[in-house]
């Protein structure tokens, strides 16, 4: 009745397979399907097995792709999916056995030659052979197939690996233009997923696909279990072992993202997709884009009129954020995050307004805190959110009143006590520093300081290691600034001096991005100061005790105005010590105590106004040209699915 193939077996000796990819012609009602349906296999579960896998097919592809013109087998193939698909939505029982097993073998196949198909075709081409022997609508019936699939059938134990492979043929169809040297604009493939007739359904897919995410499930179903068929179980083992994703299968030393993926695939798949969907045809209308943006919380009970594309759908924002928690530190939770951030102002408000936003903040911060072996895109992205959040008041004062204790990841200093927005503070001056030793990217630390900036009026009580690391930044970078101020006087003096004439060019640059970081780090310094001067007397005494490295700058006139401020500020303490130490003798304490009592009768009317600090996080033209080759690179990543990404031309112009 069956047929049990090995991993080890040779595919192009196999009987049923050289009939499917021969010139015979095998009739949809051929009862050879189910014999060759039925069949054992150790599905690839990593990036090493799936490229050994498609190594190992190959002959068989390439067999088929002579003889499909002939005999049109591989759109009988896609004729017996829509069939069974069909037959699967119908059903009022969804968990029969041998059914499903062979709708997922079904499935597997044609991603497998879809996917063949992709890397060596163009997209004419693949259509070309999707349609033989067909009425020119095989493949929009297939995409409308997948996405009913994900849509409409429940997902349960019997059902998982179903949803999971629907899923990545998706991402494999997706994933044309990578291959195919096309922008999506340009592909008959993506105007059939971004404008068919399946779109009515791209709310609920977008839904669907978040709510997997959300939910996290790991599958612990096995094809046939408890049956007492043979021919059943004798598959079992082979589909448990790529439903289960045991990591002893792993041999191509998976990253962290891989392991959530062999966790939870479904989740982490849906992921991708959602990703990948949103990120694309961004010019034109995308459905799932704007259901995406669009979405609201199901507990706000506010009547909100769906958009005009009809896009409205509600989820359960308390479950998404706890589940964004949980998965913060990944790659492909942190976009997402800027996504909804970025362009959904109903979960933008949503998670401002949680009394618990550390459990979101923390993995954010430690993501950061670890830049040396993350990736630059992570650490950007990670930026941009904090920044993002920066924009907000509450957020800015709500992390100040934020208490943490025991900070063991952060091995610099032990911190038994600190607020969310010290620990914020210290970590985003840490990668400022990373930044300026070994990245040396502008916009990076400009998102740095920006962030800083927005939340500058609103720091209270910095702890004193705090108010040591922000004076003692201005001060190394006021040494590096004085030095390479002082190389640049000698070269254009024409003093001899080792450095070369590329060298020259560099060290401009240099002085020029350090005077921009000095400057933001006095406004810095300064709107805190103006702002919250009796709220952190511990900033205050740091100042006093480093107050030579801001003499130094007094008469420097890109420093002059905003340095006077300063001044003002260190006099007038200065000469409250004066005072209190003609009295008696000042120790840590009595200096700590008078910076205390003097604040009280601060006469702020002294201070010179400076306009508000406050940065908006604004996209960039094009953002496409860093978001889509960003997100493939995820795709491979964090999933066994190998994308051939040698075109990097390609994809950056998608």
Request: proline share 3%; charged share 20%; hydrophobic share 40%.
């Amino acid at each position: 009745m069956g047929i049990a193939i090995s991993k080890d077996l040779d595919f192009h000796q196999n009987d049923y397979l050289k009939k499917f990819v021969s010139q015979e012609v095998i009739n949809l009602n051929d009862p050879f399907w189910n014999r060759l349906l039925t069949f054992n296999l150790s599905i690839p579960t990593n990036r090493h097995d799936q490229l050994a896998f498609e190594s190992r097919i190959e002959p068989c592809c390439q067999e088929l792709l002579r003889n499909n013109s002939i005999s049109g087998n591989f759109g009988t193939l896609i004729d017996l999916f829509l069939i069974r698909s069909s037959e699967l939505l119908a059903a009022s029982n969804s968990d029969a056995d041998l059914f499903n097993w062979q709708l997922f073998n079904v499935l597997f196949i044609l991603r497998s030659i879809l996917k063949f198909f992709m890397e060596i075709l163009s997209e004419e081409e693949i259509i070309k052979q999707i349609e033989i022997n067909g009425d020119n609508t095989r493949l929009e019936s297939l995409i409308g197939a997948l996405v009913g699939t994900l849509v409409d059938v429940p997902i349960k134990d019997s059902t998982y690996a179903i949803h999971l492979e629907a899923t990545t043929t998706l991402l494999v169809l997706l994933s044309v233009p990578i291959y195919a040297g096309k922008r999506p604009d340009d592909c008959f493939i993506y105007r059939l997923i971004m404008k068919g007739k399946h779109i009515i359904h791209a709310p609920l897919l977008i839904k669907k696909l978040i709510a997997n995410f959300i939910k996290q499930e790991r599958n612990s179903y096995r094809f046939g279990s408890g049956q007492g068929n043979s021919i059943v179980l004798g598959i079992a083992s082979g589909i448990w072992s790529m439903l289960t994703f045991n990591s002893k299968s792993s041999s191509d030393g998976d990253n962290l993202e891989l392991a959530n993926f062999h966790e939870v695939p479904l989740a982490s798949q849906s992921l991708l997709l959602v990703l990948v969907l949103v990120h694309h045809w961004t010019t034109h209308t995308n459905p799932y884009r704007s259901s995406l943006f669009s979405c609201a919380n199901y507990e706000d009970n506010t009547p909100i009129l769906p958009t005009k594309d009809g896009t409205l759908f509600k989820l359960d924002f308390s479950s998404f954020y706890e589940t964004l928690c949980k998965r913060a530190s990944g790659e492909a939770e942190t976009l997402l995050l800027y996504l909804l951030l970025h362009r959904n102002s109903n979960f933008k408000k949503y998670l401002l307004s949680r009394l618990d936003i550390e459990q979101l903040v923390i993995p954010i911060l430690k993501t950061l805190y670890n830049a040396p072996t993350s990736n630059s895109h992570h650490i950007y992205m990670s930026l941009i959110i904090l920044l993002i959040l920066s924009e907000d008041d509450s957020f800015n004062k709500t992390i100040h009143e934020t208490k943490l204790k025991h900070i063991l990841w952060y091995t610099e200093r032990v911190l038994n006590e600190i607020s969310l927005g010290g620990l914020l503070i210290l970590v985003v001056i840490r990668t400022i520093q990373y930044n300026m030793l070994k990245m040396r990217d502008k916009y990076l630390h400009t998102n740095c300081l920006a962030a800083l900036a927005n939340m500058s009026a609103e720091f209270r009580d910095l702890h004193p290691y705090v108010s040591q690391r922000l004076v003692s930044l201005f001060e190394t970078l006021a040494k590096k600034y004085q030095r390479l101020v002082q190389n640049l006087d000698k070269i254009k003096n024409g003093q001899e001096i080792s450095i070369s004439m590329k060298e020259d060019s560099d060290l401009e640059q240099d002085v020029s991005v350090l005077e921009e970081v000095l400057r933001m780090l006095l406004e810095i310094l300064n709107s805190c100061l103006s702002n919250q001067l009796i709220q952190n007397p511990n900033l205050v005494y740091t100042l006093l005790y480093k107050k030579q490295t801001f003499e130094m700058f007094k008469n420097n006139v890109v420093f002059q105005d905003i340095i006077h401020n300063i001044e003002i500020i260190l006099q007038y303490f200065s000469q409250l010590l004066t005072d209190k130490s003609q009295q008696y003798e000042v120790d840590a304490t009595q200096v700590l105590l008078t910076i205390q009592q003097g604040s009280k009768s601060w006469p702020k009317e002294k201070l010179t106004r400076f306009p508000e600090l406050k940065f908006k996080y604004v996209e960039e033209e094009s953002p496409e040209e860093f978001f889509i080759p960003y997100v493939w690179e995820l795709v491979n990543q964090q999933s066994f699915l190998h994308i051939n990404n040698e075109n990097n031309t390609v994809i950056a112009t998608c």
